[in-house]
C-alpha cells in the first residue's frame, strides 16, 4: 500500500510539473466547436460503403466494405485516396495528401506534389478498409468566426451552403454533399450550477457534528473519488471511440487523467482502511487534478458540437462534477486537520495538606 501512495504522489506531482496550465483532455485535435458539418445527401447510395463526419467535425471517415475500391478525390479532382479490399492508399503526388495531414495547413507542398495531374504515385498506409481524413472542404478554416457570428453569436448561421466531396467507385461518380453552419452552443450556467452542488454538498459535510461529521466525510470521500473516475473514464472512452482510437492509446495521450485515476483509486482504498494522514492527501492531490482537468475541458459546457460517441450530456456532467467535486474534496479531505479535538474533562485532585 506504501507503493501505491507514494506511485500517486509521484503521478500527480509529475503531471503537475509538466503539464501545460490548462490540462484539457485531447486526442488528435479533436475539441469542442460550434460549428456543425452535416452530410445531408450521398448520391447515389452504394451498398457497403459509408461516409461519416467524426470528431465534431475535425475529419470525414469512410469505410468501404463493398468488393470495389473507392477513390477520394482531392481538391483539384486528383486521385488522393484509395479505399477498398486490400487497405488504403494514399497518392504521395496529390497535394491534399500533405494538406489534409494538418487541421490548418500550410501551403508548402514537396515538388512532387505540386502537379495534382502528375501520375498517381500510390503508398499503402493501412490494410483496413477504412480511413479518416481533414477535409478543409467540409469546415471552416478561419482562426475568427465569420462576420455575421461575430456580429449575432447567438444565432444559427449558414457558413458554407453545399459542400461536396467527390468520390469514384468503378468507372461511377459519387457526390457526397453537405453544409456548414454555426450552432451556438447552450449556457453553461445549468452545469456550472451543477458545479457549485456538488462542490458545495461535500464541503457541508466537513460542519456537522464532530463524530458523525468524521463519518460522513470519509463515505463522502470514497463515493465522490469512485464516481469521478467512473465519469472521466467514460468520457475518455466516448472521445476515444469518436476519434477510434484504442483506450490504451488514448489514455497515453490524457495522462494525467490517468494519474487523477490512480491517485483517487489509491486514495479511496487508504480511507477504506481507516489511513487518516496519507489517505486525506491523497483525496486532497486527486481533487486537485480533477479540477485542473474539468477547467481544461470547461468550453464543454458551452459548445454545441462535442467529440464524443457518448450523449452530450455525459462528458458535461464529468466537467461539472470534475471540478465542483474536486474542489470539494480539497475541504473534505482535511475536515479531520481542521477540526478541533472535542476537549476532555479530567478531574483534577486538590493537594491536601497532612
Request: charged share 15%; proline share 9%.
Amino acid at each position: 500500500m506504501a507503493v501505491l501512495s507514494r506511485a500517486s504522489w509521484l503521478a500527480a506531482g509529475l503531471v503537475l510539473l509538466t503539464a501545460p496550465p490548462a490540462l484539457a483532455h485531447a486526442l488528435d485535435g479533436a475539441a469542442p466547436s460550434n460549428y456543425r458539418t452535416r452530410i445531408l445527401e450521398i448520391e447515389p447510395q452504394l451498398p457497403g460503403i459509408d461516409i461519416e463526419v467524426v470528431e465534431a467535425g475535425n475529419r470525414l471517415a469512410l469505410t468501404n466494405t463493398s468488393p470495389d475500391e473507392v477513390v477520394v478525390s482531392g481538391y483539384a479532382k486528383e486521385p488522393y485516396l484509395r479505399v477498398g479490399p486490400q487497405g488504403v492508399f494514399e497518392n504521395l503526388r496529390s497535394p491534399a495528401t500533405y494538406r489534409n495531414r494538418a487541421r490548418f495547413p500550410t501551403d508548402e507542398l514537396p515538388a512532387k506534389a505540386r502537379d495534382p495531374n502528375a501520375p498517381p504515385e500510390w503508398r499503402k498506409v493501412s490494410s483496413d478498409p477504412s480511413v479518416r481524413w481533414h477535409d478543409h472542404r467540409v469546415h471552416y478554416m478561419g482562426l475568427q468566426p465569420p462576420g455575421p457570428v461575430r456580429a449575432e453569436p447567438d444565432q444559427e448561421h449558414v457558413i458554407i451552403p453545399a459542400w461536396e466531396v467527390a468520390l469514384r467507385v468503378g468507372d461511377d461518380e459519387m457526390l457526397v454533399k453537405g453544409d456548414l453552419a454555426w450552432i451556438p452552443g447552450p449556457s453553461n450556467l445549468p452545469w456550472l450550477a451543477v458545479a457549485a452542488a456538488c462542490g458545495l454538498a461535500l464541503a457541508g459535510l466537513a460542519l456537522g457534528p464532530g463524530a458523525k461529521r468524521r463519518r460522513l466525510a470519509q463515505t463522502a470521500v470514497v463515493v465522490a473519488l469512485i464516481g469521478l473516475v467512473g465519469l472521466d473514464v467514460a468520457r475518455l472512452v466516448g472521445l476515444a471511440a469518436d476519434v477510434g482510437s484504442p483506450l490504451g492509446r488514448a489514455a497515453g495521450q490524457n495522462l494525467q487523467a490517468v494519474a487523477a485515476w490512480i491517485t483517487a483509486i489509491a486514495a479511496a482504498v487508504l480511507v477504506l482502511r481507516g489511513d487518516v494522514r496519507v489517505g486525506p492527501a491523497l483525496a486532497a492531490g486527486a481533487g486537485v487534478l480533477f479540477a485542473l482537468g474539468a477547467l481544461g475541458d470547461i468550453s464543454l459546457l458551452d459548445r454545441s458540437q462535442l467529440p464524443t460517441n457518448a450523449p452530450d450530456w455525459l462528458p458535461r456532467l464529468a466537467v461539472a462534477a470534475g471540478l465542483g467535486g474536486g474542489l470539494g474534496l480539497l475541504v473534505v479531505a482535511f475536515a479531520p486537520f481542521l477540526s478541533r479535538p472535542t476537549p476532555v474533562s479530567v478531574a483534577a485532585e486538590s493537594p491536601q495538606a497532612h
